[in-house]
């Protein structure tokens, strides 16, 4: 028999909050897991002595962290949701009369109380204490990788501008030990000019043009995970139309000192495959398992049947290279091509004059070989050395399901896919609470009482791979 409801709900209950949230709601254990006293003391400075009450700084950085958990892009939707939902109250700690903070509350705190201040990035890093004393960092290696968030900027509303731009930080530390030793031919030789696009709309947006990526002003999100859960353990957002590699090294420094967390390994991808990222590893004390870049000139040489630099070999010792017929390139000094600075090795032309394989190794009207090899090129030489290793292999693999599996996630569910915000400083903040989410989900499931390792220790990979028989060389 159909029943039709024709009462009112205008009876008066009396209830608690406790009895309006299931038992098994996860921001119940998010609150059994984490304790957010912490943020009292990271906030006090920023806030008076003096004047009206503010709103709790807890409620608001929970309130913050219930869009990102669930996947609420928009502040404005943010305040409805809470206003409806018992289990996001129960979780700020409001009661079912109590007002929901205005949406406007986090955009003016952002504006005027926050600016210029590193209070979510503090945040972020007791977040991811609280997972290292819960076990979910193991310490032992690092994969880290970038994705790109969709600006909020429209691509036609864009002017060019004129750029000059000087070496980077490694180049110029090589600058100032070796580039006294070559003549300077005039006083912005280190200079160089560049044509880029600017949006009209948000400056700090980077035009990024990268295939098979949407091209289009873009931010960059550079991130760090520990391989043992994937817990994030650093976050750096810069403008789309940068490369990764010149971030590495100081952000991996960073953890060390901020985190006391001291890696041992390293897996990163190709992108990364520069001298400088090399040489930076190798001081920390890292080993760095980096897959080969291959987009270079010396595929190009190869591809048209030309000698490339792998096929001249370097003799340490006598600090000279030896071609494929036999000569020898000695060494004549130091050589800067734009502003970078490298040794110089030249053949005899005599030696060339008569050489069989001439027309394979020199191009244009030259008469002799000349090659260029960077300062500490054999740090990245002793590191792809280790390219096919069992190891390598197992990082590798294992940098791609970790990286590749949390930017998914994290655009999918938590808020990474593009921006609302404008400027370096906001998306930062997008991208580190898009980051604190994923890692207190991570705390949630293993914190407590961890049912399994999630990923098996390097030493044990390794141990693994011999029981089975697999192909390996020297690690």
């Given at each position: 028999?159909?029943?039709?409801?024709?009462?009112?709900?205008?009876?008066?209950?009396?209830?608690?909050?406790?009895?309006?949230?299931?038992?098994?709601?996860?921001?119940?254990?998010?609150?059994?897991?984490?304790?957010?006293?912490?943020?009292?003391?990271?906030?006090?400075?920023?806030?008076?002595d003096m004047g009206r009450p503010s709103i709790d700084p807890v409620v608001l950085i929970k309130m913050l962290l219930i869009g990102y958990l669930y996947g609420i892009d928009s502040e404005r939707k943010l305040e409805e949701e809470v206003t409806v939902n018992n289990a996001y109250r129960w979780f700020l700690g409001l009661d079912l009369e109590d007002k929901v903070p205005d949406h406007s509350i986090f955009s003016q705190n952002r504006r005027r109380r926050f600016k210029d201040s590193e209070v979510f990035q503090e945040i972020f890093h007791e977040v991811v204490k609280k997972c290292a004393v819960a076990g979910l960092i193991g310490g032992e290696c690092v994969v880290m990788d970038s994705t790109h968030i969709k600006a909020n900027a429209a691509n036609g509303n864009a002017e060019t501008v004129l750029l000059m731009e000087g070496p980077n930080e490694y180049w110029q530390k090589l600058n100032d030990e070796h580039g006294q030793k070559v003549r300077q031919k005039r006083e912005d030789a280190d200079m160089t000019v560049k044509i880029k696009k600017k949006s009209v709309s948000d400056p700090e947006a980077g035009w990024m043009h990268r295939h098979p990526k949407p091209a289009g002003f873009h931010y960059l999100c550079h991130q760090s995970s520990d391989i043992q859960y994937g817990i994030v353990t650093d976050v750096h957002v810069t403008p789309g139309d940068v490369t990764d590699a010149p971030y590495c090294v100081k952000q991996i420094a960073s953890q060390k000192q901020k985190l006391n967390i001291a890696?041992?390994?390293?897996?990163?991808?190709?992108?990364?495959?520069?001298?400088?990222?090399?040489?930076?590893?190798?001081?920390l004390g890292i080993r760095g398992y980096i897959r080969l870049n291959t987009g270079n000139n010396a595929n190009w040489r190869k591809e048209r049947g030309l000698f490339s630099i792998e096929d001249f070999k370097y003799d340490a010792i006598n600090d000279r290279y030896i071609c494929p017929n036999g000569c020898t390139l000695r060494y004549i000094g130091v050589r800067k091509v734009r502003y970078r600075v490298g040794k110089n090795y030249v053949s005899k032309s005599k030696d060339c004059k008569c050489c069989p394989l001439k027309s394979l190794c020199i191009t244009g009207k030259a008469g002799y070989k000349e090659v260029r090899r960077d300062f500490y090129q054999e740090d990245q030489e002793r590191n792809h050395a280790l390219i096919g290793t069992a190891l390598y292999r197992y990082v590798m693999r294992k940098r791609q399901v970790i990286c590749e599996g949390n930017f998914a996630l994290q655009k999918r569910c938590h808020n990474l896919?593009?921006?609302?915000?404008?400027?370096?400083?906001?998306?930062?903040?997008?991208?580190?609470?898009?980051?604190?989410a994923l890692n207190l989900k991570r705390l949630v499931k293993y914190g407590t009482a961890p049912l399994r390792p999630a990923v098996p220790s390097l030493i044990y990979s390794l141990n693994f791979a011999l029981q089975r028989n697999l192909p390996l060389r020297t690690c």
């Open positions: 028999m159909m029943t039709e409801q024709k009462r009112k709900q205008n009876r008066m209950l009396c209830v608690l909050m406790e009895d309006l949230v299931p038992k098994g709601h996860f921001l119940r254990k998010l609150d059994a897991a984490i304790d957010f006293s912490f943020v009292y003391e990271i906030m006090k400075p920023l806030y008076s890696y041992r390994f390293a897996g990163l991808d190709s992108g990364y495959d520069t001298v400088a990222v090399h040489h930076g590893l190798h001081e896919r593009f921006t609302r915000k404008r400027g370096v400083e906001k998306v930062r903040e997008q991208c580190l609470f898009s980051a604190m």
